[in-house]
């Protein structure tokens, strides 16, 4: 993974479900390493009711991990942010006043439910792409709804959705419909980019553990190649 660029993570500290402390956001982020991993875009949800952070709140929140990664000598570590914006009753609120964070200033990573789609999930994709941004669906190997319709991929792909996968999906630790769904999307050319969408150690040490079959794995590294636009973004 050396070079890799991790586009989805929850190492920011203190501001989601992810890194509790800064020294947390450290440990993960000298885990990484382990791997060759030096570049992140940060990705803390933005979700109402649960973890309302704004622009504001976020870049507090980077600011604090870049100070103590200066303090350390670690000036290897190139880290950005932008935020995972789920579909919510709010979100068409956020996107109008544009209280949003997009990769790279034109990808919007979005998610929602793993039981149910978002019932402005059509209504916000048409929004999102009328202010010129590019719709890009979180870990969509993770929507158990979907799986009883294989076929609502491929309409994502034609509504023009960019799809992000999760690296840990490759493995067993989600389960295993959600493995058969991820190596099925890979096979079909359907995911644009990879995250690790990691939180904790406990993730980390489960990605360690991922195996790649033979099958995909060229296209797999096609994929991680194109994440590597997002490096000092």
Known sequence: M???????????PGIDDGAKTVEDSLAL?????????????????IMENYYPNTPTTISKSLSLLKNELKMQGMNEINISAAAEHMIDANFETKLKESLIMPLANKYLLIEMSFLQASINFDTSIGKIKSVGLFPTLAHPERYLFMHRKMSSYEKL???G????LNL??????????VQKIAHYLIGKN???LLGSDIHNLEQLMELKKVT??????????EILNENKKFKNS
């Open 2 to 12: 050396e070079g890799f660029v991790d586009i989805h993570n929850h190492i920011l």
């Open 29 to 45: 982020i000298k885990g990484f390493g382990e791997f060759g991993v030096n570049d992140f875009v940060c990705t803390p949800h």
């Open 157 to 159: 792909k034609k509504d």
């Open 161 to 164: 959705i960019l799809l992000q």
């Open 168 to 177: 840990l999906s490759l493995g067993s630790y989600y389960g295993k419909d």
């Open 190 to 192: 359907y995911i644009n």
């Open 212 to 221: 790649l079959n033979r099958k995909n794995i060229q296209k797999i590294k």
